[in-house]
């Protein structure tokens, strides 16, 4: 391959908003690189806005009609005289055309070539170019031309050659949209009508494929990173088990399933994942780990991911600095043997959403009152402060709060502290939810798979004493968004450690599967 020319970034339109595009801003200005920010009505006041070095206005509060245009974004960047686009994650952040767009304009990408972004994205076609490079997949068909299938008896034949229980999978899919748990025969027809209508209606593309179920896996990715001269390397796993309805709770870096030995043949798998389709920049190879310690492909995200900060912390780097430096030409700037030697303790990350911890529904308003945990090995990735509205147009993801300790045992503790010390007053949020599962005995023993907070109710049930809380803090917020008269310490501390009311949580009206 020829080494291609350095281009130095000089300014950096970050097509994001919320915690991640603050956490592009903050490394851009350690590397001397002028950020740009783009905002939409709604955003007008938020944090990435004040940060960054310019920032301009994209239009209406609707993603599809702000952050989600090309048209604006490359018309942004034209106008602030960017000369490179840091993507985040969602949004934009994995098109194929975005990423042609670009280039066709001459600004540099900080994400992968569209063409990786191009197969990675159908399900059909990563499975089969994963399989050529030898890595391992879940028994399963993608129909007579590998393209999915089109009526049922083909289907369900597959189905009966795979063996029960299986997943109808939409090629379009990621993430567990469009997919269904089929135990027998009978249900198939059902399920598969199913997923082929919701596939449709929410990718624009019915193509389905068929899968062996794994029960009770593990969800263990792999970060890697490629060069523009054909160096990939891979720092190690993150345990992304803990998940809700398909939304991840809490990610832990090293897995506690994982052996040095079981790290490195799957790093070498997801470098091959990475090789296959010539991948440049931060990638994530997502593998289902079984019981018995196999492990299978599953997809692979063309993105920086929300976890990465539990992966810069036992690695001791900066993902983001990465980015830069490959889409600059520049090499990866560790080899695999200098990484490996700097592996060092556990890290976990909760990801604290705007929600009602009821319902699980999201919980917008106006943050009256915050008080943000600090002290050592603890980071908050956060785009929440006083005064800043959490709308119900975005995700409702206000911080990520990281803890690095020695061990798995320490990270633990300290994420336990970190989560005492956050007060949070206006909205509703998942700081209990959060202490509840870093108490759970499973948890703590590193046991747990996907099923985990499915499995146990107590998890998504707040106790008495949270409940007190809650009505404390529920009517202070109250209070605040009608008077906004000036705050005493006393009012700001409520909402803290007392627990002495009757309240009872009452029972949820909406529960999982
Ligand atoms: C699976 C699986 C079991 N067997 N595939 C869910 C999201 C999408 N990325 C793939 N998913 C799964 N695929 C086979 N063949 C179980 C899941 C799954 C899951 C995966 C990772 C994390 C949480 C999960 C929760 C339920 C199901």
Not at 56 to 78: M, N
Not at 99 to 110: D, N, P, S
Not at 213 to 230: C, W
């Amino acid at each position: 391959m020829a080494a291609p020319i350095e281009r130095p970034i000089r300014r950096v339109l970050i097509a994001n908003r919320g915690e991640i595009a603050i956490r592009v801003i903050r490394t851009l200005r350690e590397l001397g690189i002028e950020s740009v920010a783009v905002f939409s009505d709604v955003d007008r006041k938020a944090a990435h806005v004040l940060l960054a070095d310019m920032a301009l206005p994209i239009g209406p509060a609707i993603a599809a009609e702000s952050y989600l245009v090309i048209d604006k974004i490359i018309a942004a960047c034209k106008e602030s005289g960017a000369d490179a686009v840091h993507p985040g994650y969602g949004f934009l952040s994995e098109n194929d055309v975005f990423a042609e767009r670009l280039e066709a304009e001459g600004i540099t990408l900080i994400g992968p070539p569209a063409a990786a972004m191009r197969l990675m994205g159908s399900k059909t076609e990563a499975r089969k170019a994963v399989i050529a490079a030898g890595l391992p997949v879940v028994p399963g068909e993608s129909g007579p031309n590998g393209n999915g299938f089109d009526d049922v008896p083909s289907a369900l034949e597959a189905a009966n050659r795979i063996g029960f229980p299986v997943l109808i999978k939409a090629a379009a899919g990621g993430g567990g949209k469009g997919m269904r748990l089929v135990n027998e025969v009978e249900t198939f027809e059902a399920s598969f009508s199913a997923a082929k209508r919701e596939a449709l209606s929410s990718f624009g593309d019915d193509t389905v494929y068929v899968e062996k179920a794994i029960i009770g896996p593990r969800h263990v990715e792999i970060q890697v990173f490629a060069d523009k001269h054909g160096n990939v390397v891979h720092l190690g796993e993150r345990d992304c088990s803990v998940q809700r309805r398909h939304q991840k709770v809490v990610e832990e870096s090293p897995s506690p399933a994982v052996s040095e030995e079981l790290r490195q043949r799957m790093g070498a798998s997801a470098i091959q994942a990475a090789r296959c389709c010539n991948y440049v920049g931060a990638g994530t190879v997502e593998f289902l780990l079984t019981t018995s310690g196999e492990y299978y492909f599953l997809e692979m995200n063309t993105r920086l991911q929300v976890e990465h900060p539990v992966t810069e912390m036992v690695y001791g780097v900066d993902l983001v600095a990465w980015q830069v430096a490959v889409a600059e030409g520049k090499p990866v700037p560790l080899t695999q043997n200098e990484i490996n030697a700097r592996h060092r303790g556990a890290a976990l990350e909760c990801r604290i959403y705007a929600e009602d911890p009821i319902r699980f529904l999201p919980s917008p308003g106006t943050i009256t009152t915050l008080r943000t945990p600090a002290g050592p090995y603890v980071r908050d990735d956060s785009c929440a402060y006083e005064g800043v509205e959490i709308s119900v147009y975005y995700d409702p993801l206000v911080s990520k709060l990281i803890t690095w300790g020695d061990n798995r045992a320490q990270a633990l503790a300290r994420m336990r502290r970190a989560l005492a010390e956050y007060r949070v007053v206006g909205i509703e949020t998942n700081i209990a939810f959060h202490q509840r599962i870093l108490s759970h005995e499973g948890f703590v023993a590193g046991e747990y798979d996907t099923g985990i907070i499915e499995r146990d109710e107590s998890l998504t049930t707040p106790t008495v004493a949270e409940g007190a809380e809650l009505d404390a803090g529920i009517a202070i917020s109250a209070l605040r968004n009608q008077l906004s008269g000036p705050r005493s310490l006393e009012t700001s501390e409520i909402g803290g450690q007392g627990g002495t009311s009757s309240w009872r949580a009452p029972m949820p009206t909406w529960r999982g599967r």
